[in-house]
């Protein structure tokens, strides 16, 4: 249970600003058709993040818990640190596809997902716990969590959000995270 929730509780932090969740209010404006956006959003996220699952159970594998540990713990610190430089969103991005609602964003989100904070997250927990199953799903809950407001209520509320207020309070929790594994490793060492 304990890697399901940090899974989606850093994938819900992380996604806060991000580019994936600018190109659902994109695609969310732009087609305003909630549910296959949504549709879209979930599969390329199971398939984003079971690949960097497996990558990240590989790496598990491969090192003693100290330094997974160390790696995980450092690697919130910095995607917290990554945080404070939000990111925007291209206006050609989005899909301006004819293909359907669904495939557009399910390809363009899958891309855009490449080497995204949240798919370096999925990696660095799975490598981290030992739960696979639990890890993605945690990180695919958290990524729809993050995601589903802003299909839903798009255009209503995204000149509100303090998104400065939100890009802190988050990176203040990522490292906050990263400081558990840190300690974690450390208590290995001991």
């Not at 929790?173 to 990263?178: D, T």
């Given at each position: 249970?304990?890697?399901?929730?940090?899974?989606?509780?850093?994938?819900?932090?992380?996604?806060?600003?991000?580019?994936t969740?600018?190109?659902?209010?994109?695609?969310?404006?732009?087609?305003?058709?909630?549910?296959?956006?949504?549709a879209?959003?979930?599969?390329?996220?199971?398939?984003?993040?079971?690949?960097?699952?497996?990558?990240?159970?590989?790496?598990?594998?491969?090192?003693?818990?100290?330094?997974l540990?160390?790696?995980?713990?450092?690697?919130?610190?910095?995607?917290?640190?990554?945080?404070?430089?939000?990111?925007?969103?291209?206006e050609?991005?989005?899909?301006?596809?004819?293909?359907?609602?669904?495939?557009?964003?399910?390809?363009?989100?899958?891309?855009?997902?490449?080497?995204?904070?949240?798919?370096?997250?999925?990696?660095?927990?799975?490598?981290?716990?030992?739960?696979?199953?639990?890890?993605v799903?945690?990180?695919?809950?958290?990524?729809?969590?993050?995601?589903?407001?802003?299909?839903?209520?798009?255009?209503?509320?995204?000149?509100?959000?303090?998104?400065r207020?939100?890009?802190?309070t988050?990176?203040i929790?990522?490292?906050?995270?990263?400081?558990?594994?840190?300690?974690?490793?450390?208590?290995?060492?001991?």
């Open positions: 249970m304990e890697a399901f929730l940090v899974s989606l509780s850093t994938v819900t932090l992380a996604e806060m600003g991000d580019r969740q600018l190109l659902s209010l994109l695609l969310a404006t732009r087609f305003r058709k909630p549910w296959p956006i949504l879209g959003v979930l599969v390329a996220t199971l398939a984003n993040h079971a690949v960097a699952g497996v990558i990240g159970v590989w790496i598990g594998h491969q090192l003693r818990p100290a330094i540990d160390a790696a995980v713990g450092i690697s919130m610190v910095g995607m917290s640190l990554w945080m404070l430089k939000p990111d925007k969103l291209d050609n991005d989005g899909g301006r596809s004819h293909r359907g609602i669904f495939l557009t964003t399910l390809a363009a989100f899958f891309i855009a997902e490449i080497g995204d904070k949240t798919q370096i997250a999925t990696i660095a927990l799975a490598a981290g716990y030992s739960s696979l199953f639990a890890v799903a945690g990180t695919t809950c958290g990524m729809l969590a993050a995601n589903v407001p802003v299909v839903f209520l798009g255009n209503a509320f995204a000149g509100r959000l303090p998104m207020a939100i890009h802190y988050t990176t929790l990522l490292i906050g995270i990263g400081a558990v594994f840190i300690y974690r490793a450390i208590s290995h060492w001991s």
